[in-house]
């Protein structure tokens, strides 16, 4: 685009920015502080950046998408809160301090500045007020409060466990940041360590997170409710205690089938299990020593591996014993690397018949598998007679269908019981309640419920976080911090070894580790930090008061506004960031601060923005720079672009797309607006009557589209409704028509959404002083929404041959008589003859013939 600085006549997008910037940082039109204002309210929030480098493409469709939206409500009469801030502590600062060899601050805080400037110029409609950053002291040290709280009321904890090790960053992973096996940052494989650690005690709301998705749906995109199902992954089912030969207490084993507790014939347990130790320090040396050897082999592998159905199965046995507790029978016991420690209970009674991974374990080390389910059976019905001679067929592999041993297929299916004593007959939901009952009243047993979630691992050997506010005495005595020495603030990095290395630099800060309580009593400091997803978890309460030094939130400003009404961001945050916000509002409701349980009422994910195809990057050589695309094509048409490429959830491949086109568009738009010579505030009455039926037609139609996210199609309609502006000007009425200026000055407002600098240009060429952003969405007149006459299509096999003006409510018998009436059909039809006729009134009609 040329640039023609001293031409106000000409559209030139450096001038127009330039002119608007200094005029919005004066007015500050977006501030949400004035007590006097009593509009209804909107929260409308983006997910908040983290500060690495300068924004990116993806910065600028999230950002543009959220702004509409703010924008929109705005426009319809809403006071709305549209915050930003940055998530501003963690490992990617502090991996660039150390290889720059500069303070975490100052790298942090230099990027900040930066991005801070290029969403200024990006023209997002913030609150410019209410700005936080997470490793602001003023901001951590709320965390700080929150942990303990949660630590008052049991749900902060610590202890030793077998954790995620990123051996590249040096530091525990929670399992949600374990993605295939790799760390979900660095992409290193991840391997388990025995560390003692904090945890926040989430399964305690299992429960809940799963049955408050039901107030999500319609809300939140479906794929998302799913995947935080399938992560919290409730399973119903039994508690077994099994009897251990030669030990006191009992083993308790989690199963979803105790109908088929007549068919375990072996039991395993997790090779890096607390209880497959112990057994195997009861065994012989030779057990012992291959035990060992075993557990080695198993810590190298990862949870992907180790539940790779495909693989061979491998194991040791233990040589004990446990006691079915439904029959009496006694069960080898052996560990094997399929089972994971912390599913249920570590150990699994092993029906082979009826799991394919027992199924693989029998057949590899030759151990019975008994069937106790007829699948063939119907599961309503009369209950088929079971005779000895079909179990004794089964048995010798007669029947194969009911041999797994033979097939290696697990009888997965419904059926009957058999098999199985007093459970003989029964279907499989009928047997799951009785096998209950039957444990319950023999004290064996009980129902329960286990979960694929756990407890999510906070505390992070790395410096560039907000350190835990816990002293520990020499015993292992651990006192809190008082709330009123909060903020425990970081040491400066000066001196320190940032390097990773297993622990936390924290703990070599001698002067900062080492402190007294008041009584004297010398104790050292927490030297890990929390995971960063503690700060994400509440910020957006912060933002509702984040000058607040006395509480971390204002509960009456919370009241007002929270939960946030729309969160727009990307969809890689499915599980983690929006699982824990979602587990930390359900926590400060429970202690009075919050009247709701849910976060974020509406979700929108934006897809991701691609180059040729593929992720943009520098190694791939597709990397486009938003600044290179600001320069040469403006903020608006950017902006507009990211709009106009398709619903906000599909990825946009920007070599698909035209920002030059859309600067071309905004042009248009804002030289019609100069041309209009009907003065401001003019009565919108008479004029073109076809252009007043469309500038109303989107009034009414473009707030359900904003709403259902079709801002593709806002901007299309947008685009259709300036060429017929222009097509008026040039051939009607002229520039002076005041359904010129009626439909320029809703197009002003259309475009304020989308390309605000031109809209706020444009809104001054039309006359007016104030911010087109609060200019308002018009109400459409109803008596213009009415068709006059619509264009109908008619066509002879699949060709259009005439087109006739109708009423929009004719009937298709009189639409086809029109049609073949038709001179135009008569005469291409000819004397073929008509096989079918097709009405779809009052738009098409589609004579078909032969011959």
Known sequence: MTHHENDENVYDFDRIQEKWLPVWDETRPFATDDPEDKRPRKYILDMFPYPSGDLHMGHAEAYALGDV??????????????????????????????????????????NIAQQRQSMRRYAASFDWDRV???????????????????YEKGLAYRKASWVNWCPFDQTVLANEQVVDGRCERCDNLVVKKQLTQWYFKITDYADRLLDDLKQLEGSWPSKVLAMQRNWIGRSTGADVDFVIEGREARVTVFTTRPDTLFGATFMVVAPDSDLAAELAAGSSAEVRM????????????????????????????????????VNGERLPIWAADYVLADYGHGAVMAV??????????????????????DTNAPVTGAIPVITPEMLEAADTGALPALNPAATGEALTGDGRLMNSGPLDGLSKSNAIKRAIELLESAGT?????????????????????????????????????????????????????????????????????????????????????????????????????????????DPKEAEKWAPVDQYVGGVTHAILHLL??????????????????????????????????????????????LSDQLDEHGVDAVRLTMAFAGPPEDDIDWADV????????????????????????????????????????????????????????????????????????????????????????????????????????????????????????RKADPTLLVEEAVTAVIQVDGKVRDRVEVSPTIASEALEQL?????????????????????????????????
Do not use: C
Not at 352 to 373: E, N, S
Not at 474 to 484: A, I, K, L, Q
Not at 513 to 530: A, K, Q, S
Not at 585 to 603: H, I, R
């Open 819 to 851: 049609a073949r009436q038709s001179a135009a059909v008569i005469r291409t039809i000819g004397d073929r003859e008509i096989v079918n006729v097709v009405v779809r009134a009052p738009r098409v009609v589609n004579i078909a013939t032969k011959g």
């Open 290 to 325: 291959r035990f060992q050897d075993y557990l080695e082999q198993t810590q190298k592998q990862t949870e992907i591996e180790r539940q790779d159905a495909g693989r061979e199965k491998t194991g040791v046995f233990l040589e004990r014993y446990a006691i079915n507790p």
């Open 658 to 777: 035209s920002p030059a086109g859309s600067a071309k568009f905004l042009a248009r738009a804002w030289r019609i607006a100069g041309e209009v010579t009907s003065p401001p505030e003019v009565e919108w009455k008479g004029g073109d009557a076809a252009l007043r039926r469309q500038t109303h037609r989107f009034l009414a139609e473009g707030p359900g589209l904003v709403e259902a996210f079709k801002f593709n199609v806002v901007v299309a309609r947008l685009m259709e409704l300036v060429n017929a502006i222009r097509k008026t000007i040039d051939s009607g009425p002229g520039a002076g028509d005041p359904a010129v200026r009626e439909a320029i000055e809703v197009v002003a407002v259309g475009l304020s959404l989308f390309a605000p600098f031109t809209a706020e240009d444009m809104w001054s060429r039309l006359g007016y002083e104030g911010t087109v952003a609060f200019a308002g969405w």
């Open 445 to 553: 047993g009980r129902a329960a419920k286990t979960y694929r979630l756990r407890d999510w691992l906070i505390s992070r050997q790395r410096y560039w976080g907000t350190p835990i506010p816990i002293l520990h005495e020499e015993d292992g005595t651990m006192h809190p911090v008082p709330v009123e020495s909060l903020p425990v603030e970081l040491p400066a990095s000066e001196g320190l070894d940032l390097q990773p290395k297993g622990t936390s630099p924290l703990g070599a800060a001698t002067d900062w580790v080492e402190t007294t309580l008041p009584d004297g009593t010398p104790v050292r400091r927490d030297p890990d930090t929390m995971d960063t997803f503690v700060d994400s978890s509440w910020y957006f309460l912060r933002f509702l008061s984040p000058k607040d030094d006395t509480q971390a939130f």
């Open 132 to 150: 936080l950053h997470t490793s602001d002291p003023e901001y951590y040290r709320w965390n700080q409060w929150l942990f303990l709280k949660m």
């Open 69 to 110: 939206i703010a924008r929109y409500w705005r426009q319809r009469g809403f006071r709305v809160l549209h915050p930003i801030g940055w998530d501003s502590f963690g490992l990617p600062a502090e991996g660039a301090a150390i290889k720059r060899g500069v303070d975490p601050r100052e790298w942090t805080y230099e």
């Open 580 to 625: 824990y916000a979602r587990f930390i509002t359900k926590v400060l409701f429970d202690l009075g601060y919050v009247s709701f349980t849910e976060p974020f009422s509406a979700l929108l994910n934006q897809g991701m923005v691609l180059m040729n195809g593929s992720a943009m990057s520098k190694s791939r050589g597709n990397l486009v720079k």
């Open 352 to 373: 082979p018949a009826h799991d394919q991974r027992d199924l693989d374990f029998a057949r590899r080390f030759d151990l019975p598998v008994r069937v106790v389910v």
